[in-house]
């Protein structure tokens, strides 16, 4: 595994404990000869306050890694720790709390109900949150608040996904997880999306943890994590992470 470090200072470097920490972290599926090696002791350490994206080719371990770190799934061996906390043992109902009170998801498909408006699959979220921001303001940060009134089939694939977007972090959470988030949509749709996410982190200081298939995309992370048949193969910090608007692909 390549690690390519700056000696420039983070922008986003954190005084407490890592955001996320793995060690030996792997992930079977199945036994005996059909079994199969998802991730094969991956070993990370993620500031909290960062952009990440996650790259690699279909099979390399990029979700399974993702759904782990987002408590969606449990690892066969190893360790994981969020800020601190070791999540290795913890029991399903201590899992799901973790879940609801830390982790905005952001999937490929956008998983809204259709009988709602925009401002009442927000308004989801915040009925079971802990600390939730009002609908509005969340559709706010995702320049939404004139389309709070539209169903989903009067929206746009990328209004859609920016409204899954303000559903995730209406509840405030420290960490959002994207998963193909601009799979789905046209490179300038895709654009509005990540300028989205970049400005969660910047305003709410959320970690973000983005995955793609698209390296150009990598341009605007703080810091870039390419996985490989399930293991960690480089781990780059980028010097001057570029403004999503300047992408192209």
């Known amino acids: 595994m390549t ?8 922008r986003f ?22 079994r199969v090696r998802a991730l094969r002791g991956v070993d990370l350490t ?4 960062e952009v990440i994206v996650l790259l690699g080719a279909s099979g390399s371990g990029k979700s399974t890694l993702l759904n782990i ?3 969606l799934d449990r690892a066969t061996d190893g360790d994981f720790k969020f800020r601190g906390r070791d999540m290795t043992q913890i029991s399903e109902t201590e899992l799901t709390r973790f879940r609801r009170d830390h982790v ?4 490929q498909f956008y998983n809204l109900m259709p009988s709602l408006t925009a401002q009442e699959n927000v308004e989801l979220v915040t009925e079971i949150a802990t600390h939730p921001m009002p609908a509005r303001d969340a559709l706010g940060l995702v320049d939404l608040t004139d389309r709070a009134d539209h169903f989903p089939s009067e929206m746009s694939g990328g209004e859609q996904q920016r409204v899954a ?14 998963d193909e988030p601009t799979g789905a949509l046209d490179s300038a749709t895709g654009v509005r999306v990540l300028q989205a996410l970049k ?4 305003e709410l200081g959320s970690t973000v943890l983005l995955i793609t298939h ?14 490989a048949d399930g293991q960690v193969r480089e781990e780059r910090v980028n010097d001057d992470p570029i403004d999503p608007e300047a992408l192209t692909w």
């Open 214 to 227: 698209n390296a150009g995309v990598a341009a605007m992370a703080d810091r870039v994590i390419t996985l």
């Open 3 to 10: 690690r390519t470090r700056t000696t420039a200072a983070r």
């Open 104 to 107: 905005g998801f952001v999937f």
């Open 165 to 178: 977007i303000a559903r995730a972090i209406a509840k405030r959470p420290e960490v959002m997880l994207c």
């Open 199 to 202: 400005r969660v982190n910047r």
């Open 69 to 71: 770190l987002g408590g």
């Open 46 to 49: 993620i500031p909290a306050g």
């Open 13 to 34: 470097r954190s005084d407490g404990p890592a955001c996320f920490e793995t060690r030996s972290l792997s992930r079977d599926f199945g036994e005996g000869p059909t």
